[in-house]
């Protein structure tokens, strides 16, 4: 009995089971599936970004197309989705509804006064209604 266990140890699969056993103790699935997922984070998170902007500096968002490959040209990885100018609008869109709650939110938690001043103006185009 003895012998077949030392010549168990020796042999090709008891080699590759110990080898299993030791990547599953270093937990290289999840490791793998948490890289994954931060890249794919990553890159969304460039593109929002890029969004972001254009919406904050007021250019047409048929520009996003262009503006994601001048990135990509320019070593920034980017994707292979969210590049068209339908997504950046509706990416603007989630952005701006984010940016009314958090605002609402920090209102409505605000434990003090505060005060709204209204400011009529006129342009050439319409006449103040007085």
Not at 50 to 70: I, W
């Given at each position: ?25 270093q937990n290289t699935l999840p490791n793998a599936l ?16 890029t969004v972001y902007k254009m919406a904050k500096t ?11 490959e001048l990135q990509e040209l320019n070593g920034v ?54």
């Amino acid at each position: 009995m003895r012998k077949k266990l030392h010549d168990q140890e020796k042999t090709k699969a008891h080699e590759v089971a110990g080898e299993i056993n030791r990547l599953a103790s270093q937990n290289t699935l999840p490791n793998a599936l948490k890289k994954g997922c931060s890249r794919a984070l990553a890159t969304t998170a460039r593109c929002f970004r890029t969004v972001y902007k254009m919406a904050k500096t007021g250019k047409p968002f048929t520009d996003y197309p262009d503006s994601v490959e001048l990135q990509e040209l320019n070593g920034v990885d980017m994707g292979r989705v969210l590049h068209s100018n339908v997504v950046a609008k509706d990416i603007a869109s989630f952005i701006s509804r984010q940016l009314k709650t958090a605002t609402l939110k920090q209102l409505l938690e605000y434990d003090g006064y505060f005060s709204v001043l209204l400011d009529e103006s006129t342009s050439l185009r319409a006449l103040s209604a007085s």
